[in-house]
């Protein structure tokens, strides 16, 4: 078991390799036992795109491991992880951006925050359009938001076999991020990272300047 993952996990570094692009182990509906598995392998980034079971991961686990949330964030639960969480990779509103702040200050925390950018030709997909993110960018509220970096933006491209299809779409989303990037920088706005990539297009995502891959199947198998 632990073996597969060790090889698995051989074979993406390999890959990774020389790119920039850093591994987010996505974990989720796995149990503790195989997190621990990878954690003793070296890994220290993981993903889990559930409060709840984020939280029961985090409890029961060594606290040097950087928590990634990686799914839809809803406001009211917040508070469950401002204490422990490092990334948030799907910010999809202001709300919610205000929210993150104000429950990282009251644990007197700095949570670095992703921007999700929706790139996908698919109606279930969450995510920002341009102006939407815009507006973020350049509202008042932002500036006051001193427990929250903004750090980058976060895409997940079409579920489809058409490489062209999910290369444009990782391509438009690399040409945003450079525009936000050079466009705004403030105390709390600085863009160094691109969240895109899973285990089916990880490959495509890094071709096209990704920092950071979310990966959980190609490492741990089928869910
Ligand atoms: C589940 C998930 C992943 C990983 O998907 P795999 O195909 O198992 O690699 C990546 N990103 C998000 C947002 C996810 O929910």
Not at 94 to 112: F, G, S
Request: charged share 20%.
């Amino acid at each position: 078991m632990s073996d597969t993952l060790a090889k698995n996990m051989a074979l993406i570094e390999a890959k990774l390799e020389n790119t920039g692009a850093k591994l987010i182990a996505v974990t989720k509906t796995k149990p503790v036992n195989i997190l621990q598995g990878a954690y003793n392998l070296g890994l220290r980034q993981f993903g889990e795109n559930k409060v709840q079971e984020m939280v029961e991961k985090y409890n029961q686990l060594p606290k040097d491991i950087a928590w990634h949330l990686i799914g839809h964030l809803q406001t009211n639960k917040v508070k469950y992880i401002a204490q422990f969480v490092a990334y948030i990779h799907s910010v999809d509103s202001l709300k919610l951006l205000a929210e993150i702040n104000k429950q990282a200050a009251k644990n007197e925390r700095v949570i670095n925050c992703l921007l999700q950018i929706y790139i996908a030709n698919e109606a279930t997909k969450f995510g920002l359009n341009e102006s939407e993110l815009f507006n973020i960018l350049e509202s008042e509220e932002i500036k006051n938001f001193e427990n929250i970096k903004i750090i980058g933006l976060m895409g997940m491209a079409t579920n489809t076999d058409d490489t062209q299809i999910i290369k444009n779409e990782f391509q438009n989303l690399k040409l945003l991020f450079d525009l936000v990037k050079n466009k705004y920088s403030t105390k709390n706005i600085n863009f160094s990272e691109l969240s895109m990539g899973m285990s089916s297009d990880f490959e495509l995502a890094i071709e096209q300047g990704s920092t950071m891959v979310r990966v959980g199947s190609s490492l741990f198998g089928n869910r």
